[in-house]
């Protein structure tokens, strides 16, 4: 049901198998303490309703829970560290409850968790663009709320429904497309959604490139994984600069994923996104330098 693997002494849990609907995760496992989640460890498990975390967790990585479509409700007290997308396509997520010890909520974290309703600070938090994108049933500022001495800084909110790019005085039409084929996604139509996007991805839009490095690279509904194609739509994304997909390519290469195994080209990639603030990426820089 769980696989995992063991790092300095710690338990990375790396993959969930399971089918039940009310999952508890351990705070030991083999006599040793589990601390983190790992990449895409629950990616697509449809049926997952509730999840809780033992307080022993504290790191949850770069898209954990992408997709789980079933997912109500997320309860982070103990958690130091979110990873990027880590909630993203959450489509019925409706409350959440961020600890004490996040300072950060990264790019994408609820991108496109469109019932989600309330959201709950417990500390202070600086929350990035894109974090909550998509979020349709949002209402900027009324449904976030700081317990206690939290402050919410609502300027920063702001750009976190949307980013720089969305904002900027581009063609109407390539937000349009994008906006429109994100749309679909959420209503699980996903050729109508590859069309639209595509369109706006051929305009030049870097979020349109990027949403279809995703969907080839994780396979989604009717939409098969494609290795080739997800590493044409990051290149082109990570070449305008966008750091998620300069990370993508990065563990493109360092994994062999539709190519071959190059630790330099993944460097290469990874040095840049760590230079836009990505964590996964100067962790992954580490492993690279352990393996050599």
């Excluded at 089918?19 to 995760?25: A, G, I, K, N, R």
């Excluded at 702001?158 to 994100?182: H, I, T, W, Y």
Aim: with cysteine; proline share 2%.
């Amino acid at each position: 049901m769980l696989s995992y693997a063991e790092e300095g002494g710690q338990i990375v849990i790396t993959r969930y198998s399971g089918t039940e609907s009310d999952v508890h995760l351990p705070g030991e496992i083999d006599g040793k303490p589990v601390t983190k989640i790992g990449a895409y460890c629950f990616k697509d498990c449809g049926n997952i309703q509730t999840i809780t975390l033992h307080s022993a967790i504290d790191h949850i990585g770069d898209g954990a829970f992408y997709s789980c479509s079933s997912l109500e409700h997320i309860s982070l007290d103990s958690v130091v560290s979110l990873g990027i997308g880590a909630f993203q396509g959450c489509v019925k997520l409706r409350t959440a409850l961020i600890g004490l010890c996040i300072n950060d909520i990264e790019a994408f974290t609820f991108f496109g968790c469109s019932a989600l309703t309330q959201i709950t600070l417990c500390g202070n938090c600086r929350l990035h663009p894109w974090s909550f994108a998509c979020c349709s049933s949002m209402e900027f500022p009324l449904n976030i709320k700081g317990i206690g001495n939290a402050i919410v800084d609502t300027d920063t909110f702001q750009d976190s429904f949307l980013s720089a790019e969305l904002k900027a005085n581009l063609d109407p039409q390539k937000k349009k497309l994008f906006v429109r084929g994100e749309d679909l996604l959420i209503e699980g139509k996903y050729r109508k959604a590859i069309k639209y996007l595509m369109q706006s991805a051929d305009m030049g839009f870097v979020a349109a490139q990027r949403a279809l490095g995703q969907i080839y690279y994780h396979g989604k509904g009717t939409i098969q994984k494609d290795y080739s194609r997800a590493h044409e739509w990051f290149e082109m994304a990570a070449e305008m600069g966008d750091f998620y997909a300069q990370f993508c390519l990065g563990h493109m290469y360092h994994m062999g994923e539709g190519v071959e195994v190059d630790f330099d080209e993944a460097r290469c990639w990874y040095e840049q996104a760590v230079l836009q603030g990505s964590r996964e990426a100067q962790n992954n820089l580490s492993i690279i330098s352990q393996q050599e």
